[in-house]
């Protein structure tokens, strides 16, 4: 969607379908990763990192550990419905510097 104001697609965040979690075995994210949902990588049945495509449409993909006893460390949850929240915010301090939250899929913009 190039060219659409920043605006729709923080509408799209909102209100449009809810990202999803698909889950990959490995050590790494794939190199190729969803234009919209987050990755899951489980190493030998053990979750250590979540990863996204920035929602500000950077390009960049963000990468959160969720093993235990790394810093920073996000947790996940899924509910019925298989939409992902995490926590704390995701707040990048280089490059465009986005600060969200994603609750039950849905990226809430601070």
């Given at each position: 969607m190039i060219g659409v104001p920043k605006w729709v697609h923080r509408l799209l965040d909102r209100?449009?379908?809810?990202?999803?979690?698909?889950?990959?075995?490995?050590?790494?994210?794939?190199?190729r990763m969803p234009a919209r949902d987050l990755v899951l990588a489980v190493d030998?049945?053990?979750?250590?990192?979540i990863g996204i495509q920035c929602?500000?449409?950077?390009?960049?993909?963000?990468e959160m550990l969720v093993?235990?006893?790394?810093?920073?460390?996000?947790?996940f949850t899924i509910d019925d419905d298989g939409?992902?929240?995490l926590s704390p915010s995701v707040w990048r301090n280089v490059g465009c510097k986005s600060?969200?939250?994603?609750?039950?899929?849905?990226?809430?913009?601070c």
């Open positions: 209100f449009g379908p809810a990202r999803r979690l698909h889950v990959i075995a490995g050590d790494r994210l794939p190199p030998d049945g053990e979750p250590w990192s929602p500000c449409r950077c390009g960049d993909v963000i093993i235990p006893g790394a810093r920073p460390r996000w947790d939409r992902p929240t600060h969200f939250w994603l609750r039950k899929g849905r990226v809430h913009w």
